[in-house]
Each structure stands twice: as structure tokens, then as C-alpha cells.
């Protein structure tokens, strides 16, 4: 597990402007959606105001479920997905791959530093 400070902030990493991707990269604490099977379903929730950049940045171009593709990465590990709208929080979270929680050593309730770039707009 990586011990990290809890907090969630959010930090960009390039300038926030048409020409340059949206990258923003912060400290989340895993978590198991209650719905489903806790060792197969597990999220981090993005900073509300990433979430609020990433929202305007995409406009309209929404996959299904509102989604919207990224490329994460945590530690060493670099993958393609889809960041998913909260049902109340206003904020996206990010399913973490059971092979990623592995690769780095991750468990429930453990806090990472996640870079998320937002792609395919």
C-alpha cells in the first residue's frame, strides 16, 4: 500500500487551454462500490474541480453513461479507460483494474497519486 497524505488535491500538470490535453494528477483513497463485488469494482473519486475542468473541456462528447476515454496512470503503471460521472457528488470517479491494484500494491481504502489525461475529445 502507498502511504501518501489523504487529502485530494488536484494539481495540473500542463496549462489548462485549447491547444494542450487536460492532465490533472492527485492523491485518491480506493473504494468498492457497495453494488457490486467489492474485489472486482474499485474506483477512486476525482477532485470536484478536475472533474468541473474535464466536464467543460468535454462539452458534449460523451460516451455511453456519460463517460468520457483517459489514459491513467499510478506508479509505474499507464493504462487507457473511462472516467464515469458520480451519482451525486458532482465529481467523475475511475475504476482501478484489479491488475493495477496489483502491480501497485493497492488495496481498499489505500490512497494513490493518479494522473488522468483526458483523450479522444
Do not use: N
Given at each position: 500500500?502507498?502511504?501518501?497524505?489523504?487529502?485530494?488535491?488536484?494539481?495540473?500538470?500542463?496549462p489548462s487551454c485549447d491547444a494542450?490535453?487536460?492532465?490533472?494528477?492527485?492523491?485518491?483513497?480506493?473504494?468498492?462500490?457497495?453494488?457490486?463485488?467489492?474485489?472486482s469494482w474499485t474506483f477512486v473519486?476525482?477532485?470536484?474541480?478536475?472533474?468541473?475542468?474535464?466536464?467543460?473541456?468535454?462539452?458534449?462528447?460523451?460516451?455511453?453513461?456519460?463517460?468520457?476515454?483517459?489514459?491513467?496512470?499510478?506508479?509505474?503503471?499507464?493504462?487507457?479507460?473511462?472516467?464515469?460521472?458520480?451519482?451525486?457528488?458532482?465529481?467523475?470517479?475511475?475504476?482501478?483494474?484489479?491488475?493495477?491494484?496489483?502491480?501497485?500494491?493497492?488495496?481498499?481504502?489505500?490512497?494513490?497519486?493518479?494522473?488522468?489525461?483526458?483523450?479522444?475529445?
Amino acid at each position: 500500500m502507498i502511504a501518501r497524505r489523504a487529502a485530494v488535491t488536484a494539481r495540473k500538470v500542463r496549462p489548462s487551454c485549447d491547444a494542450q490535453p487536460v492532465v490533472v494528477v492527485f492523491d485518491a483513497r480506493l473504494w468498492a462500490w457497495d453494488a457490486r463485488r467489492p474485489d472486482s469494482w474499485t474506483f477512486v473519486s476525482l477532485p470536484a474541480d478536475a472533474s468541473e475542468e474535464i466536464r467543460d473541456r468535454a462539452g458534449g462528447s460523451r460516451r455511453g453513461f456519460g463517460s468520457l476515454r483517459v489514459r491513467v496512470t499510478i506508479g509505474d503503471t499507464t493504462w487507457t479507460t473511462s472516467i464515469f460521472p458520480s451519482g451525486g457528488a458532482g465529481a467523475y470517479v475511475l475504476p482501478i483494474k484489479r491488475h493495477v491494484r496489483d502491480a501497485e500494491g493497492l488495496d481498499v481504502g489505500g490512497v494513490a497519486t493518479v494522473a488522468v489525461e483526458l483523450i479522444e475529445l
